[in-house]
């Protein structure tokens, strides 16, 4: 797969995307093959850099205690003090998690968190991580890992043989759009056994388009397990 290969089939989602009233994602799907998801080393659940951003703001919650509280409210979008944990019953959570993307915390009082709200957060995938620097010292600053986050996709094979993720927004730029997919790509790769050769397919497509395959042929429909 290559810039211009991608580039090709961008410019064929715009082509063949209906006008919508809203700004959609742009969307890679890799397809991936000659993995067992039962060993661990096959699996994906990482982080990827897209240089571009996401061509949207990225809401960040902050899990914090008393020597974070007024750092993570002057940079994050939402905050819960310690203390408040446990006035965030099910319902009052899942909207927070439906409103934030990701999830950060104070290091020291991860225990805390996981206790209060582990079950939620890590069924959704926010669970606030270390590989993506959501872990922040109680004497540290929120400020540049909310901004490292605005650059940052998920990249996980959850329970499917394919890695799904937005690359931007169709408001951006080919050029920009194209640098974030390659981008995911080769972070994708990078943590396969057998990097490139695992790959079956790679798909861009609109949150409401049609797929088309890069390199390849337009192809619709998926199989509802292959469309994001």
């Excluded at 580039?7 to 799907?29: A, G, P």
């Excluded at 409103?99 to 915390?105: C, G, K």
């Excluded at 640098?179 to 790509?185: C, F, G, M, P, Q």
């Excluded at 497509?205 to 042929?217: D, H, I, Q, S, Y």
């Amino acid at each position: 797969m290559n810039k211009k290969q991608i580039l090709e089939s961008l410019k064929k989602v715009r082509e063949t995307s209906k006008k919508r009233n809203f700004s959609q994602s742009i969307d890679i799907v890799i397809n991936l093959k000659d993995l067992d998801l039962k060993k661990p080393d096959h699996k994906i659940n990482n982080f990827a850099t897209v240089p571009h951003g996401r061509g949207k703001k990225i809401k960040v919650c902050a899990l914090v205690g008393g020597e974070l509280n007024n750092d993570a409210k002057e940079h994050c979008d939402y905050t819960i003090l310690k203390e408040n944990f446990s006035s965030y019953e099910k319902r009052k959570l899942k909207k927070v998690m439906r409103d934030h993307e990701f999830f950060i915390a104070q290091a020291n009082i991860m225990p805390d968190v996981a206790k209060a709200f582990g079950r939620f957060l890590g069924t959704a995938g926010k669970m606030p991580n270390p590989k993506a620097g959501m872990i922040v010292p109680p004497k540290g600053s929120t400020k540049m890992i909310v901004e490292k986050l605005q650059k940052t996709v998920r990249i996980a094979t959850k329970n499917e043989l394919a890695v799904k993720c937005s690359v931007g927004m169709e408001t951006m730029d080919d050029d920009k759009l194209v640098d974030n997919a390659e981008a995911v790509y080769k972070e994708v790769i990078h943590h396969l056994p057998l990097h490139d050769q695992n790959v079956r397919s790679v798909f861009i497509k609109a949150t409401m388009g049609k797929p088309v395959e890069v390199g390849g042929k337009e192809k619709w429909p998926l199989k509802r397990s292959l469309i994001l």
